[in-house]
């Protein structure tokens, strides 16, 4: 039997972590070809809401450790605060043995799998030489199954900018990345690379991780016929000081970190005319422009230092 780890963090959002739950107590294959251990991070929000759901619709053996099956057990820690997604998933991972987990599955909470979902990422993980050094995910779109949100990643590490691509794009490039929405891998790999950089609050996390993946001669893709629905915008408003804050932070942090000194410049330019077009053409608040340029002080302040 196949041991998978699941980590998922909540953040003041208590039903779509429960949606989550449900959706993978319904996996095809759960208890025949693999069973799951989940580990879900109360990220400092203090709501009972999902304890108490957890309490009354799953039995107990152990203080917060609740089993729907034999197959499918949680445990729920609560922090004291926030821990970010880095150091969440890194805490997360501490209270599973890793040492009896073949597969690890991050899992934004406002995630859905479809029922094949694992069986296909397990597969695909099984297809190729050198399975144990594979980085997956599925393809990803949004919540009511209408649009494509991800199906590859690249980026480049001369102008210091990520983005999405179709898979045919992804699959011919170089710079290859995948989301941290739905991340695959065996166990192995997480240890390897000593779990993910807490450095990296709440962005740019799953783009470091997987350039070191890549560094370390591991490969990453897309499994084709492995689905997840995506909710998105769930953990931080979009357009808030905090959104730009996190986002500058990290995506700037990530080019710091492993872009060559001599292009720094160029990727702070690159930041500061994307900042420029945002005051000038969607006119956001001085409070978003204030948590902007607080990220790019935040990213020199984190990652520069690194060099």
Request: glycine residues 8%; charged residues 20%.
């Amino acid at each position: 039997m196949i041991n998978v780890g699941i980590v998922s963090l909540n953040y003041f959002s208590d039903n779509k972590t429960i949606k989550l739950i449900n959706s993978l107590a319904n996996l095809n294959g759960l208890g025949s070809s693999y069973k799951i251990s989940m580990v879900v991070v109360d990220n400092g929000s203090v709501d009972s809401c999902l304890f108490k759901h957890l309490r009354d619709n799953f039995s107990s053996t152990a203080e917060n450790i609740f089993n729907f099956d034999s197959f499918f057990s949680i445990k729920y820690f609560s922090s004291e605060k926030n821990l970010g997604f880095s150091a969440g998933c890194n805490t997360g991972c501490n209270f599973l043995d890793l040492k009896k987990i073949d597969f690890l599955f991050f899992l934004n909470n406002d995630t859905t799998l479809d029922r094949n979902c694992l069986l296909e990422l397990i597969s695909c993980s099984s297809q190729f030489q050198g399975a144990m050094n594979k980085l997956l995910s599925p393809v990803i779109w949004t919540e009511d199954g209408k649009k494509l949100w991800f199906e590859g990643g690249v980026y480049n590490l001369f102008f210091g900018y990520s983005k999405h691509v179709p898979y045919p794009v992804f699959k011919r490039n170089k710079n290859k990345y995948l989301s941290g929405c739905a991340l695959f891998m065996p166990t192995k790999i997480f240890l390897d690379l000593k779990g993910f950089d807490e450095s990296y609050f709440f962005y740019g996390e799953d783009l470091d991780f997987s350039i070191r993946v890549k560094k370390m001669g591991m490969l990453l893709d897309i499994c084709p016929d492995a689905i997840v629905y995506h909710e998105g915008g769930g953990s931080i408003g979009k357009k808030t000081r905090a959104a730009y804050f996190n986002y500058v932070s990290g995506s700037l942090g990530v080019f710091l970190s492993h872009g060559p000194v001599i292009l720094w410049p160029v990727f702070i330019l690159r930041h500061l005319l994307k900042l420029t077009a945002l005051i000038i053409f969607f006119r956001i608040s001085l409070d978003s422009i204030v948590g902007y340029l607080k990220g790019i002080v935040d990213s020199l302040s984190r990652h520069a230092i690194k060099k």
